[in-house]
């Protein structure tokens, strides 16, 4: 969602507004906002900060403890390459690297054209089929560098413009 940082701090403050009451209100705030943006902007932190009665450091200090919570732009697609032990035994560091090299960019950030946002993830539950990785919903295992190379490009590549 691309709106103004005015409109971003003026949905978090509608949001806040209609949760505020509940019990332990801050984390259905903070999921809310990101569901709404897609990340919790700088703006909205003061907002929710001052309607729960707590500093902006403690909004921010629960916002990085939890690794789901963004507080920037997030691409289109989401790659996370499995950290967990069985992957790495099976090739998973020299996958990750190969996949940083491929997209330019480093693990928590963005490609500059929006479409991929790199993130490393610790067991994806797939110890058996390493080294695994996941593309938005969906895991793939025993994955090498060709088949993650033929997996982004599936991610970067531009839909086909039809003309009449």
Do not use: W
């Amino acid at each position: 969602m691309d709106v103004s940082e005015q409109q971003q701090a003026d949905l978090a403050a509608e949001i806040v507004t209609n949760l505020k009451s509940k019990p332990g209100a801050l984390l259905p705030i903070l999921h809310a906002v990101q569901a709404q943006l897609g990340f919790i902007p700088d703006s909205a932190i003061p907002i929710i900060a001052e309607h729960l009665q707590q500093t902006d450091a403690e909004v921010v200090g629960v916002i990085s403890f939890y690794h789901q919570f963004k507080r920037k732009p997030q691409g289109k697609h989401r790659v996370q390459v499995c950290r967990a032990e069985a992957c790495q035994a099976r090739g998973a560091r020299e996958l990750e690297q190969y996949v940083q090299d491929r997209l330019g960019i480093a693990l928590h950030e963005t490609t500059s054209d929006g479409a991929v946002t790199l993130d490393p993830v610790y067991c994806l539950g797939n110890c058996a089929c390493g080294p695994s990785v996941r593309i938005d919903d969906h895991v793939y295992g025993k994955v090498t560098a060709a088949k993650a190379k033929q997996l982004l490009e599936q991610l970067t590549l531009a839909p086909a413009e039809v003309t009449s």
